[in-house]
Structures are given as C-alpha cells and as structure tokens.
C-alpha cells in the first residue's frame, strides 16, 4: 500500500510526523507538504509563480519527504498530475492538524482542502485533526487512532470517500467513543478584534473563541464535549433541496 500525505501546517510541523510514523507500519508513505506553515489556505492555488520542490530528511523507515514552496492543494496537484503520476498512491491523508476541522470551518480548513484534492483523482482520503499538537504522547495516540480508522475503512473496506476525523485530547479512542455524525456550524465568541499601532492606526486581529453549542446531531457538539468524531464529505455543493424549487423558478413565464 502506497500512501500520500501532506498537511496545512508545514512538513516540519510535528503532526505529520506523528502521522507519517503510524502509517509507515501499515504502508510505504510519500510526504509532499508545504515548506511553512499555510493555514486556513482552503483550496487556494500559486498561479503565475514557479512551484518548487526539494526533498527533506525522511522521518523514519519508508517515508520519503519532500517540501514544497506552495499550498496544500498546490502540494496535492504537483504530487497527484506530476511527482507520482508513475507511483500512484492509494490514499491520500491530510493531517495530522493542530487544532480541530469540525463543522463550517471545514470551508477554510487547508487540511480538509488537501484531502478533497484525492477525490478529484479518484483517490480515497482522510483528513485528521487534534485538538492540539503540542503534546507529544497525546500525538502519537491520535496518530495510533487515526491509523486503526484508515486501516478498517481503506485496507479492510474499500472505502472510496473522503472521511474528516477530529480527535479532542483525553478522549476515548476506541470504536465505542468514536461518533459518526455530520458537520455543523462552528460559531465564535469575540471572532474581530480591532486593535491600534503605535501610530494610531486601527487594524484587526481575526481568532476568536469557538462555541460548541450546537446541535447534538453534528461534529461541533460532539467535539467539543470530548468526542472523536468522524464524518463523512464530498467537495459537490449543490443545494439539493432547493435544486427543483431554483429550477421552477427559471422556467416561469414572465409576461
């Protein structure tokens, strides 16, 4: 089994390191990830600016890395249309974030932009975020559970999808304490804050707290109150529900 990994926060960043040690036991594993950290990219690509690559010291035994000057989907295109056109992978992973990708904000996330980029090549991917990744043991547990899902649903199953799984510290990793659950709305308290230089200048900070106070039947509930949570997502965004009522409109005669 081949698998591609890449990430939003930088092929230095220690969850793709975490999580290209878990897959080396189960695969051969090829990381292309941006040289430096590219959050909250979403599917951004370089246009009109050479994309570089260069190989980096591998993490461990059957792991190649190479850093790439680009996005996450950039990283993606360039590994996927070039780099392994001849070594196709058989996943593609995403991750291992360093905070979560639950609910809306999955609309920004690089992590999840990266793991919707397998779809386009009919490849199946995962994108992994934890709650943190600045606690080594707590790391290397969610990379060990990330590594069980892949291993059931992808080795095992089959599965053809793209799977976005959120990993909060001191949660039960186990199949009992995992939800499978659809995404919901990430609210933040505080998201804008104006702040003013020396100068006198007015600028803005965007962060923000996030509110778990969602519907129990969605990610963001469940992640914020200790749960592993696991969703299935596809890249097509077309409103369903309201496909008929948009198309009926456009064909009333207007006199």
Not at 98 to 106: R, V
Request: hydrophobic share 40%; net charge negative; with cysteine.
């Amino acid at each position: 089994m081949h698998i591609f990994l890449t990430n939003d926060d930088g092929v230095e960043a220690p969850g793709i390191r975490a999580m290209a040690l878990a897959l080396s036991s189960m695969a051969r594993v090829t990381v292309l990830a941006p040289h430096h950290g590219r959050s909250s990219c979403s599917s951004s690509l370089t246009l009109h600016q050479y994309l570089r690559v260069w190989e980096k010291p591998s993490y461990g035994e059957g792991i190649r890395v190479f850093a790439c000057n680009g996005t996450t989907a950039d990283c993606c295109k360039v590994a996927l249309e070039y780099w392994l056109r001849d070594d196709r992978p058989d996943l593609l992973v995403s991750g291992i974030n360093n905070g979560y990708n639950t609910g809306s904000d999955c609309l920004y996330s690089g992590t999840v932009a990266g793991a919707m980029e397998g779809t386009f090549f009919g490849i199946p991917s995962m994108a992994v975020s934890a709650e943190t990744a600045r606690k080594p043991e707590f790391l290397a547990d969610a990379a060990a559970c990330a590594g069980r899902i892949i291993r059931r649903y992808f080795a095992e199953r089959h599965y053809r999808g793209i799977l976005n799984l959120n990993i909060p510290e001191g949660a039960d990793m186990s199949w009992a304490g995992i939800k499978v659950t659809k995404l919901g709305f990430q609210r933040y308290e505080n998201a804008i804050r104006a702040l003013e230089d020396p100068s006198g200048r007015v600028g803005y900070w965007l962060a923000g707290t996030p509110v778990g106070n969602s519907s129990p039947d969605e990610d963001v509930y469940w992640a914020h109150r200790g749960y592993v949570t696991l969703t299935p997502i596809q890249w097509d965004q077309t409103d369903m529900a309201h496909l008929i009522e948009v198309r009926h409109i456009a064909e009333e005669k207007i006199d």
